[in-house]
């Protein structure tokens, strides 16, 4: 079973779809951020725990706007790289007022 898409410029606009609710896009831009601060935490201070606590935080928000607001299955299970490249794209076009929040 091959995958659907074949490039990350082909992915994100399906992504995007995934992502169409306002507040799933809240909640994941939250999740990143948080996991953000706790990766470096985890980094400055060499804990492994602080290292998967930022995985798990981060994508705990992200399945929550999944679940409650979009009602779909996220991405990452089918497409895990293209997935966690995009919610850094998503983020950064928050964060630069690219997408609304």
Known sequence: MGSRYTS???FYPFYLSEHADRNSR???FIGTSLGLVIFIAGV???SGWLLVAAFV???AFAFSGHYLFEKNHPA????????FAADWVMWKDILTGRMRF
């Open 44 to 46: 400055i201070t060499q």
């Open 26 to 28: 809240r909640l994941h």
């Open 57 to 59: 935080a981060g994508y």
């Open 76 to 83: 990452t299970f089918k497409y895990p790289l293209y997935s």
């Open 8 to 10: 990350f410029k082909d």
